[in-house]
């Protein structure tokens, strides 16, 4: 039996959205293959939902391409709520969404060029993201990776991040030194990594890696958490625009480190899968 995805991008990051309606969540294995660039559909993840929840108006799952569960993502939440939008489910009324790394509101503006979300609250505490050791703020400390000792903060906004700051971001160095990283024996759960430059106090750039899915043009949790860092560590204001290789994010982050985030979604287009011919 074929499955029927819808596929959108938020700045280059896309997702295939599946329905509970169209058909059950593929295993493990099944993930991996409809994700695959060249075996299959070709995804950064899959968007599983709209599914019930008894604490929101919609629950949703994010699956990552190696078929891990991610608690939280900015970009594809602002996907999802663009799915819903489509399908008539949602206007520009507030409304929120569950997920495994909390609820979040969401408020449409526009469809395509501006969803904006509540992603929540960043903490840099070592037993929430979690890192490894005695309980503290992890900010500006040193990790051995790749055969070098590298400077960095972690932070989580629902799932785990490592941020790293530079001054000669590249695609080639966050793939070298990412799948290090992100699976560094401090980080219990892997994390997602960050290589920060901050241009001004109003704007950053980021190249990313992101847990189970490797080198990424966009993230909007990543975005999150590296500006909540660069805001924790005076190098920043409250508002932060976010430039990474798939385009821009704006960020508002609140004094107790909550953040809203706002950017466009764009359709592409609606796909079948045919387990046999993958």
Not at 93 to 114: A, D, K, M
Not at 125 to 144: A, M, N, Q, T, Y
Not at 217 to 227: E, N
Not at 253 to 271: A, H, K, L, Q
Request: glycine share 10%; charged share 20%; net charge negative.
């Amino acid at each position: 039996m074929s499955l029927v995805f819808q596929k959108y991008h938020a700045l280059g990051n896309d997702y295939l959205v599946l329905d509970p309606s169209d058909g059950e969540l593929p295993d493990v294995e099944g993930i991996a293959r409809v994700c695959h660039r060249n075996f299959g559909l070709g995804s950064d993840g899959i968007l599983y939902g709209p599914l019930s929840s008894t604490q929101a108006d919609f629950r949703l799952r994010i699956l990552n391409p190696d078929g891990s569960e991610a608690e939280k993502s900015g970009n594809g939440l602002r996907i999802f709520c663009r799915y819903l939008h489509d399908r008539g489910e949602v206007s520009d009324r507030p409304f929120t969404v569950e997920t495994l790394g909390g609820i979040v509101s969401v408020c449409i503006h526009h469809p395509s060029e501006s969803i904006e979300v509540e992603m929540g609250k960043v903490s840099f505490s070592s037993d929430i993201i979690p890192v490894s050791g005695e309980s503290r703020e992890v900010l500006k400390e040193s990790l051995e990776a790749g055969g070098q000792t590298i400077e960095f903060s972690a932070a989580t906004i629902g799932n785990p991040h490592c941020v790293i700051l530079s001054n000669n971001l590249s695609e080639a160095e966050t793939r070298r030194l990412g799948p290090h990283i992100e699976t560094h024996p401090l980080f219990p759960n892997r994390t997602n990594v960050q290589f920060l430059e901050v241009i001004d106090r109003g704007n950053i750039r980021l190249e990313i890696w992101e847990r189970g899915a490797g080198y990424t043009l966009a993230s909007g949790s990543s975005s999150s958490a590296a500006a909540a860092v660069a805001f924790r560590l005076g190098l920043v204001d409250s508002d932060v625009s976010v430039q990474m290789p798939g385009g821009l994010l704006t960020l508002s982050i609140g004094d107790d480190f909550s953040v809203r985030m706002t950017g466009p979604v764009r359709r592409i287009g609606s796909m079948n899968w045919l387990p046999e011919q993958s």
